[in-house]
């Protein structure tokens, strides 16, 4: 519902993803930065199974508590989309009809719906597979509603490291070299070009995020387990040469003014973190640190922020991203990838490279509203 004259912003959360549990934890955040008196919010939790309901709009229903990451429950009332283009109107299934609801309804099952928000602008907070690949970027460009973030190419792009290095390799920018296999293929097909790469390597799913299911190979005959463990969260597997250099991270905005970059942020890893993995990006925080600004020279942090806003091109990216590079001891720049919606959860480095940089948590967070309010609808 709308509050007075305020415009209404629906926070899109959950999804059927690994990270499911990392979006609902990014949607606290978002809930809890928008200003209320500039803004009416709703909540869309989007179940495991995909199911879309109404759900509470309070931030701390989506707390990280004691390590334990919150999930969308499936007893809400289904949220259904406008049926028309340009109709703002979202829909949720009255939950007093007699006809059937929850996760047991069925398309052919009557159902009474009832009017609930006039959505004005869509604030998606996806993470992986099913949300930040251009799915729900694509069934809200349907409908012309405008939304914060990458639209579809650069979503989806943006999602798949196989791609998304193609486009940096296109533009001219410096990658990491790499070998694709799918599930089913022999290894021993690839091992020639694999064992190329040199060790250590890093076994990845192209298509996930948040660090899941990735390895550091040290030794060849640790590969097969690696690759079986990544095909658990995506059937195409990247196998990337290791890089020595320091990780570092830039957040890249774009606002109604035009692009910008903050000041680039190091990840400085302890305790049994080979590399900066899940646990180390949302439940250790104690062992993680954030250097930012980080200790470059001026030439360095230039030629970082420009690769950056560079990476933030090759793939068309709107709104927001996190364009992550390696630093050589040499002061060469090699990118290791773009996130097109970067965590927004207390330790995520996006909001705090912004902070550093002299931009608070809620001021981006409406950059990034106002910048989908006034966001071309159709065709672009």
Known sequence: MTQGSLPTVAVIFGGRSSEHGVSCVTAAGVLGAIDRTRWSVVAV????????TRVSADPEEWR?????????????????????????????????????SGAGAGIGDARRLVPWAQVTVAFPVLHGPFGEDGTIQGALELLDVRYVGSG????AVGMDKQYMKASFRAAGLPVTPDVVVHEGESLE????????????????????????GISRVEAWEELDAAVAGAVKHD????????????????????????????????IITGGDHTFYDFEAKYL???????ACPAQLDADVVARVQEIARRAFAAVSA??????????????????????????????????????????????????????????????R
């Open 152 to 155: 579809v190419l650069a979503s």
């Open 189 to 212: 097909a690839h091992r020639g070009e694999i064992e190329a790469l040199g060790l250590p390597v890093f076994v990845k799913p192209a298509r996930a995020g948040s660090s899941m």
């Open 318 to 379: 709107e709104g927001l991203a996190r364009v992550d590079v390696f630093c050589g001891a040499d002061g060469a720049v090699t990118v290791n990838e773009i996130n097109t919606m970067p965590g927004f959860t207390p330790f995520s480095m996006y909001p705090r490279m912004w902070a550093a940089s002299g931009m608070e948590y809620a001021e981006l967070v409406e950059e990034l509203l106002q910048a989908a309010l006034h966001r071309r609808v159709g065709l």
């Open 45 to 52: 939790g989007i179940t495991r199974d995909g199911r879309w």
């Open 64 to 100: 990280l508590r004691d390590g334990v990451l919150p999930h969308v429950p499936d007893d809400g009332p289904t949220v259904v989309l406008p049926s028309r283009v340009g109709d703002g109107m979202w829909w949720v299934e009255d939950e007093g009809a007699g006809g059937a």
């Open 235 to 266: 059937p195409k597997v990247l196998i990337e040469a290791a890089v020595v250099g320091r990780e570092i991270e830039t957040a890249v905005l774009e606002a109604r003014d035009g692009v910008r970059t903050s000041l680039p942020g190091e």
């Open 284 to 290: 250790d925080e104690g062992h993680v640190e954030l």
